[in-house]
């Protein structure tokens, strides 16, 4: 597709299992950027990578969070024994990567974890 | 990164222009200003940037003062689907590139029919 795919769009699960959240960018975009958005609430940033490597990790909220890219393509987001305030949309962008390049979103992952 | 304010919330009619301010006294040279709006259970999508000048494109203009202090969103002819958070975010090009958005609270813009 034209856009920045995201599955699942929607995952239930119990607390204390792990989840993954695959996000496919725009083909030919090197910047990959994964944001969460709590109910009612604002985008918070999580992790930016350029290529295959992430020189921004700074928004991970604890070390059960991880994302890895490869081939400079799809990326995927880890999260080890969910908590009940991981529940979130969890949103992936891409871009070109240039200062001034617009990122395009993804339509997010509902997590929610019971 | 720099901060910018804006209302919490703006009310416009259809068909009527719009306008959604943003404060940014603390913006440096090498900031970007950036528009984005995130309609009702979508991903944010991006609306306008601008540096010194004002910008036009097919969704929207952006006029940014002269001492870059502050910057308008014009929104020429509201409808129901421009009801949206708009959020205004500063992006510095001194940084490398592909740095992160910082997103704000933003203005929920509610357009009455």
């Known amino acids: 597709g034209a856009g920045v795919s995201q599955s699942p769009s929607n995952k239930v699960t119990e607390k204390g299992k792990d989840v993954e959240l695959r996000c496919d960018p725009i083909s030919g975009h090197t910047a990959l950027y994964w944001y969460r958005q709590s109910l009612g609430q604002g985008l918070e940033f999580l992790i930016y990578?350029?290529?295959?490597?992430?020189?921004?990790k700074s928004g991970l909220p604890s070390d059960r969070f991880s994302a890895e890219r490869t081939g400079g393509s799809v990326s995927t987001l880890t999260i080890q024994r969910t908590q009940q305030e991981d529940s979130a949309v969890y949103l992936c962008a891409s871009s070109s990567g240039q200062i001034t390049g617009e990122l395009f979103f993804g339509e997010g992952s509902r997590l929610t974890v019971l | 990164d720099a901060k910018t304010t804006q209302p919490n919330s703006m009310e416009s009619n259809e068909e009527e222009p719009v306008h959604l301010p943003c404060n940014h006294s603390?913006?440096?040279?090498?900031?970007?200003i950036h528009w984005y709006r995130q309609l009702p259970s979508q991903g944010p999508e991006y609306v306008i940037h601008?540096?010194?000048s004002n910008v036009n494109n097919r969704m929207a203009s952006l006029a940014i003062a002269e001492d870059r202090k502050s910057s308008t969103l014009i929104l020429h002819r509201a409808t129901l689907r421009d009801a949206a958070v708009y959020y205004c975010?500063?992006?510095?090009?001194?940084?490398?590139?592909?740095?992160?958005?910082?997103f704000g609270e933003g203005t929920q813009l509610t357009v009455n029919p």
């Open positions: 603390t913006i440096s040279g090498t900031d970007y």
């Open positions: 601008g540096l010194t």
């Open positions: 975010i500063l992006r510095d090009w001194g940084e490398t590139s592909g740095s992160r958005l910082t």
């Open positions: 990578f350029q290529g295959n490597s992430a020189p921004d």
